[in-house]
């Protein structure tokens, strides 16, 4: 492995012992071991080392992750320099003589003084973690130091005093393990730092995650022919975790190094990773899917200002999507597994139950009631008219649509059906207003909003271990099923705090740190997707402190 390690002043001592007389009747040549090491003992890996016999250069090698070079000379006297190329300090070459003898294995040891040296070893299950790079950041730069050597070790020169992250990094295939973080840790985020004083040497051993599954991937054709250089992509259903990749000419892809969890593989394809175990996917790119035409008829002087959209919903009630309509009224969705499902004429509180059978087209057809009006006045907290947007969305949650008030406040929105409808506004600080009303047929439904002075909910997000979980994502949900516009992410103290008004929420926790993979990059995993056991009410006039969220890390 070919790393720089930065260095500073330099000066030499050095130190020539016979290490063993080799056997009677061996050549003459033999090894001169030449070891270069900062002041306090620690390995200068990419240190040049040049030997010389007069005026003749006999070799010139770069130093192990040990610091050494080792060089086969036959008897005589030579002369040894080393130099080493410091993005920290300025240092100054280190030289001896050294009188080898026939048959005799040599070693000299040549200091630099000055450079800090930060090493360590990666290990799997006890044994050196091959293939595995280490990288390293600090004072602003990432540096790729690539990959360790057989016994697993690293070195690389740290300037003094500053903080270092290092990290393991899996190859792209065939590792019982995940990329890993100092600490043991699979996030960036709750990564542990190492600094080393200068002329000293810091050891960092990290062993790496080995509580990782894989998922084997075959793509297929109608016919069972494999399709290679096909991409494929890999969410995470319970985490967050994002990847691609492409097959290979046998139309396979073998994802290792991956975290416990639910992931969905292709389009519907849902896999469970457990440690140790290999779970099989196949994906045939000719799989014919089901197809849902909706047809939606709405009176002329409706259906240009409200929605003909179609909201589908699975079984669990999960939203699969919105599908916007043409100016005919109709909406073709396509690529749906099949099974049962709900599609929702947006904002109407209309719905029709189907069944979607692979292959086949279902067909649902709406007829839009023209509706009654939702009408009121929105004002802030201070009591002056609200200027900004009103949404309004059925009992399903689906829109009916998005109208601005007027200077006085004032919003009108015609199209409303019979049943429960939520009437929201939001102001610049992203916290509002919320309302429920019951539309009865044919007749207009009133619903003020009126702005309450926000407060504060504080709240700490701590992981399994104990330890603060920083980079999490926080949102609320309110009592209406609405999300909350404002959001938080935790410190590095696991702490957050969100202006919100006075009401019950439920707390959502996500990832919020990078969690995703392009083609041939991998990373570890987030943590596990959380939620509060119950709502927390937020009242008037003070903070309120949400109990402590645990967030699961593997």
């Known amino acids: 492995m070919r790393r720089k390690i930065l260095a500073a002043l330099a000066v030499v001592a050095v130190v020539?012992?016979?290490?063993?007389?080799?056997?009677?009747?061996?050549?003459?040549?033999?090894?001169?071991?030449?070891?270069?090491?900062?002041?306090?003992?620690?390995?200068?890996?990419?240190?040049k080392v040049t030997v010389t016999r007069g005026p003749d250069?006999?070799?010139?090698?770069?130093?192990?992750?040990?610091?050494?070079?080792?060089?086969?000379?036959?008897?005589?006297?030579?002369?040894?320099?080393?130099?080493?190329?410091?993005?920290?300090?300025?240092t100054s070459p280190a030289a001896a003589s050294v009188h080898h003898v026939a048959g005799v294995a040599s070693r000299a040891s040549l200091t630099i003084d000055g450079v800090s040296v930060i090493t360590g070893r990666l290990t799997a299950d006890g044994a050196p973690a091959v293939g595995a790079r280490v990288n390293a950041s600090g004072a602003g730069k990432y540096r790729d130091l690539g990959a360790v050597d057989s016994d697993g070790r690293f070195a690389f020169e740290a300037c003094p005093g500053v903080p270092y992250q290092v990290w393991g990094e899996r190859p792209a295939t065939n590792a019982g393990y995940s990329t890993t973080y100092l600490?043991?840790?699979?996030?960036?985020?709750?990564?542990?730092?190492?600094?080393?004083?200068?002329?000293?040497?810091?050891?960092?051993?990290?062993?790496?995650?080995?509580?990782?599954?894989?998922?084997?991937?075959?793509?297929?054709?109608?016919?069972?022919?494999?399709?290679?250089?096909?991409?494929?992509?890999?969410?995470?259903?319970?985490?967050?975790f994002y990847l691609r990749k492409r097959t290979d000419r046998n139309g396979h892809v073998r994802l290792d190094g991956m975290l416990r969890g639910t992931y969905t593989v292709g389009r519907y394809k849902t896999v469970t990773v457990t440690p140790k175990k290999t779970s099989n996917v196949t994906i045939n790119v000719d799989e014919k899917w089901g197809t849902v035409k909706v047809t939606v008829k709405a009176p002329a002087k409706l259906s240009k200002k409200v929605s003909l959209d179609a909201t589908v919903k699975d079984a669990k009630g999960a939203t699969v999507?919105?599908?916007?309509?043409?100016?005919?009224?109709?909406?073709?969705?396509?690529?749906?597994?099949?099974?049962?499902?709900?599609?929702?004429?947006?904002?109407?509180?209309?719905?029709?139950?189907?069944?979607?059978?692979?292959?086949?087209?279902?067909?649902?057809?709406?007829?839009?009631?023209?509706?009654?009006?939702?009408?009121?006045?929105?004002?802030?907290?201070?009591?002056?008219?609200?200027?900004?947007?009103v949404r309004v969305s059925d009992g399903y949650g689906t829109y009916l649509g998005v109208v601005t008030t007027t200077s006085k406040g004032r919003y009108t929105l015609k199209g409303a059906v019979k049943g429960r409808y939520v009437v929201s506004a939001t102001g610049k600080d992203r916290t509002g207003k919320t309302r429920a009303v019951t539309v009865k047929k044919g007749k207009t439904a009133k619903v003020d909003l009126r702005f309450a002075k926000t407060v504060t909910l504080a709240g700490k997000v701590v992981t399994d271990t104990g330890r603060p979980a920083a980079k999490v994502g926080v949102t609320l949900v309110d009592s209406w099923g609405q999300w909350s516009w404002n959001v938080a992410t935790t410190d590095v103290n696991g702490r957050y705090e969100i202006k919100v008004?006075?009401?019950?929420?439920?707390?959502?926790?996500?990832?919020?740190?990078?969690?995703?993979?392009?083609?041939?990059?991998?990373?570890?995993?987030?943590?596990?997707?959380?939620t509060s056991k119950s709502p927390v009410t937020v009242k008037a006039g003070k903070t309120t402190a949400a109990p402590t969220i645990t967030v699961r890390t593997r």
């Open 16 to 47: 020539l012992t016979g290490v063993a007389a080799a056997p009677a009747g061996a050549a003459d040549v033999a090894p001169l071991e030449v070891v270069v090491t900062n002041r306090g003992g620690g390995p200068l890996e990419g240190a």
């Open 57 to 90: 250069v006999v070799a010139t090698e770069v130093a192990d992750a040990h610091g050494s070079v080792k060089v086969p000379l036959a008897a005589g006297d030579y002369a040894v320099r080393a130099t080493f190329d410091s993005v920290c300090v300025t």
């Open 183 to 240: 600490g043991g840790v699979t996030r960036e985020a709750d990564a542990a730092t190492v600094s080393v004083p200068a002329d000293s040497v810091a050891t960092v051993d990290i062993p790496m995650f080995t509580q990782v599954g894989s998922i084997s991937v075959k793509v297929v054709d109608a016919k069972g022919k494999p399709q290679p250089d096909t991409r494929i992509t890999v969410h995470g259903v319970d985490r967050n």
């Open 321 to 389: 999507g919105t599908y916007h309509s043409s100016k005919r009224g109709t909406t073709n969705i396509s690529d749906l597994p099949a099974g049962k499902y709900r599609v929702i004429l947006g904002g109407t509180n209309i719905s029709k139950k189907i069944t979607v059978k692979r292959g086949k087209t279902t067909r649902v057809s709406f007829t839009r009631p023209l509706g009654t009006t939702i009408t009121g006045t929105v004002r802030k907290a201070n009591g002056k008219p609200f200027k900004g947007k």
């Open 501 to 530: 008004v006075p009401g019950k929420y439920t707390i959502h926790l996500k990832d919020a740190s990078e969690q995703w993979a392009w083609d041939d990059e991998w990373l570890g995993g987030g943590y596990f997707h959380a």
